[in-house]
């Protein structure tokens, strides 16, 4: 049975991560502490598939791509058809993990989605703050993005006028107290940083703005 699922593991990591090492556009798993952070929610990006629990893959200019490319497609599987829920997306790590005096910027919030939508990856209801793609700033390392499902039942929920003002220091704890929402159904989260830190943009990336 351990045996069992060990080898499925290890059969999930190669076909995941490729075969070659040193890849730079084979997708890499986030380490195990940023890892357990994913539970039951996809979030897919057009010529990545989900990146639920990965790096963006550092080829093909995708951490630029990221930063241009409309929302992604986020599904909740395990979703109750009846249910309406909240999606969350934020980077707790503005403007720095090692420094995150703006936590949490908020990406993207949306309201009263529909179970059964979520379940097929549509992401349809109010959107009290639109979806700002991740830009990780130069220099400022990986940032985490994080994507979490709340059951919404019959709230209704809203931001504070001064929550709406801006996307950063948002205080997540307050707004989900606020309306009573403790346990997230189901969360995700993916890492990049700025493209122009990378070591694999060929020639200087400075110039390239
Ligand atoms: C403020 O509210 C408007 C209307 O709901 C929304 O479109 C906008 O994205 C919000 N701004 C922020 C920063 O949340």
Redesign the pocket.
Known sequence: MKLAATALCLGLTLVVTGVKKNDPCAYEALPDTDAAFCRGLEVSYPELGNLGCMFVPDCNHYREKITLWPKPTVKFPKALEGATYILVMVDPDAPSRSSPRARFW?HW?VTDIKGADIKRGKIKG?????YQPPSPPAQTGFHRYQFFVYLQEGKTIS?LLK?????GSWNLDQFLSRFHLSESEASTQFMTQNYQDSPNVPGSPRGRQ
């Open positions: 908020r919030l109010q959107e009290l703050t639109g931001l929550e709406n003002k801006t996307r």
